[in-house]
């Protein structure tokens, strides 16, 4: 049997913000695509009426929730997906942490898309990170978000004689 270290807070943190940066890119790629396609439809038609549409608060508001809406879907595709596929995202494997369920087992896609609907309510909402806050203090290193899904964070590098979760070698 071999057992597993939580991960603490600010490797977790870490891990967070290189995801948060991949994430960011990806919708910066989107949202660059989608004002190319638009300045040269707009310059194709031969009108002025686009820089109007711009400057136009209602207009404006639309591009700003579309944008919420692109990266809210990025952010759930991305960590869904990895957390779902492989317990790691490419965060998490550069800092050596995964994520399993409490008894240590690997999670569904389902627990993922659980744990990643946990990030709203960790941040309450997007308002204060109370959530993430919160593993720094807990016994098992979780945050809102994991004790939502039945998740812990571990460090993938085998403990010797530390608190962690044991992890059998052999699964049946």
């Not at 870490?14 to 910066?28: G, K, L, P, R, Y």
């Not at 820089?51 to 700003?64: G, K, N, Q, R």
Request: contains cysteine; hydrophobic residues 50%.
């Amino acid at each position: 049997m071999t057992i597993y270290k939580f991960a603490g807070f600010w490797r977790r943190l870490i891990a967070f913000m290189i995801d948060n940066t991949i994430v960011t890119i990806i919708f910066s790629v989107f949202c660059i695509i989608a004002a190319t396609a638009y300045v040269f439809g707009a310059i194709s038609s031969n009108s002025d009426a686009w820089i109007v549409d711009l400057t136009d608060p209602t207009s404006s508001f639309s591009i700003m929730l579309m944008s919420c809406l692109l990266y809210s879907v990025i952010m759930f595709g991305y960590f869904t997906y990895f957390h779902g596929a492989t317990g790691r995202t490419p965060g998490k494997m550069l800092l050596g942490l995964q994520v399993v369920s409490a008894d240590g087992a690997p999670i569904s896609f389902g627990t993922a898309f659980l744990r990643t609907v946990g990030y709203l309510v960790s941040s309450l909402l997007f308002t204060f990170p109370l959530g993430f806050i919160w593993a720094a203090f807990d016994k098992r290193k979780q945050g809102w978000h994991d004790k939502i899904a039945g998740t812990v964070v571990i460090i993938r590098e085998q403990q010797n004689n530390t608190v962690g979760i044991s992890i059998s070698e052999n699964p049946n």
